[in-house]
């Protein structure tokens, strides 16, 4: 895995638990791979809580805010 991808992953947290472990979720349905994947959503899931919650992709994982 790339180093730099690794780390973006490693800075993800939890919006339910706080809990840094979280992984890339399979992009399910219609409205998942086709509508949301349109629109740079991406969908993670918490190995803590087992919440599923999505983000946008280029998101700055420690602000929350979109790179510019």
Known sequence: MNEVRA????????????SREVRRSHMRGFWERVVLRA???????????DKRYYE?????VTSGKLEG
Do not use: L, N, S
């Open 39 to 49: 629109f740079g959503v991406k969908a993670y899931r918490c190995e803590g809580c």
């Open 56 to 60: 946008f992709k280029g998101t700055d």
């Open 7 to 18: 780390a973006k992953i490693e800075k993800r947290k939890c919006p339910e638990c706080g």
